[in-house]
């Protein structure tokens, strides 16, 4: 992060993963692991399964940890005939800020299409959370050289809803400095596979996705949205991926689900964070 008003915000995605003790006692972990100056330069979140969702919740209130409640999907209507579903207004009672929309993994294996991700991320917003709306290509698309062109698609269908109710992406009190609304850049060839783009692909790539949220919902709006990274990030590479002016925050699956190594990794983004810092004076 380069921009001084976006906070970094490194986030954990435990897909189906940790039952709720295990979350417990995770999330106690990783609280004791992150130091205050990582916490004054760095929004850390977990985004543990549904049913952890309250012991996450309890533990963090509980004992006032410095660790922000996420989600990993919900349905986009308010309630209903919806078996199987959890609706955005059960999200916002549990204390949850921000919720995954539209990850690959909706998209691929659950049929979630951009139709849905539009409604669900205004759905979000409604219910006061904010959207972490994931975009991102496939191998066959990168190699096609068309990597800009669905990144564009994938963020004016995503952002549709919310660009035509501007006053859902207007700053509260609480989120003055950033914009109500996160988007994910996570190549899907990245995705748990060991394997990420250079340091310069990623900030084109959240470069282009920048632009298309300014003709979403305008440049203001959009210079003040973070825009993460996601896929096969880890400690080592964390504070690289990070290099580019426009790449505010991390989106970690599997190096999450130890508070050691994300720990770790948000003690990179601190220090990445604070090197950008620098270069500005
Ligand atoms: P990964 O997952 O870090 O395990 O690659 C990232 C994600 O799917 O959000």
Not at 167 to 180: I, K, M
Not at 244 to 270: C, Y
């Amino acid at each position: 992060m380069v921009h001084e008003r976006r906070r970094l915000l490194v986030a954990g995605n435990w897909k189906m993963h940790h039952d709720h003790l295990e979350a417990i006692r995770t999330v106690s972990e990783l609280a004791v692991r992150l130091s205050a100056d990582t916490l004054s330069r760095v929004e850390v979140s977990v985004h543990p399964a549904f049913t952890a969702l309250r012991s996450v919740q309890t533990v963090i209130e509980d004992r006032g940890l410095p660790v922000v409640l996420g989600a990993q999907h919900c349905a986009p209507q308010d309630q209903g005939a919806y078996t199987g579903e959890v609706a955005p207004g059960m999200l916002a009672r549990l204390g949850v800020r921000y919720v995954l929309v539209g990850h690959s993994e909706r998209r691929q294996l659950f049929g979630q299409d951009d139709a849905t991700v539009a409604s669900t991320a205004a759905a979000v917003r409604r219910h006061g959370m904010v959207p972490v709306v994931c975009v991102g290509e496939t191998e066959v698309e990168r190699e096609q050289g068309r990597t800009e062109e669905r990144l564009t698609a994938q963020v004016s269908a995503g952002l549709a809803e919310l660009a035509g109710a501007p006053a859902l992406l207007a700053g509260s009190d609480e989120l003055e400095r950033e914009a109500p609304l996160v988007v994910a850049y996570e190549p899907v060839w990245a995705i748990g596979s060991g394997a990420t783009p250079s340091a310069d692909d990623v900030q084109a790539a959240a470069a282009v996705v920048r632009g298309a949220l300014a003709d979403a919902v305008g440049g203001e709006t959009a210079a003040a949205v973070r825009i993460l990274y996601g896929g096969s990030v880890n400690a080592a590479n964390a504070a690289d991926l990070l290099a580019g002016p426009d790449v505010d925050g991390l989106l970690v699956g599997g190096a999450s689900l130890k508070a050691e190594s994300f720990a770790a990794i948000a003690s990179q983004a601190a220090a990445a964070a604070l090197a950008a810092a620098g270069r500005r004076r």
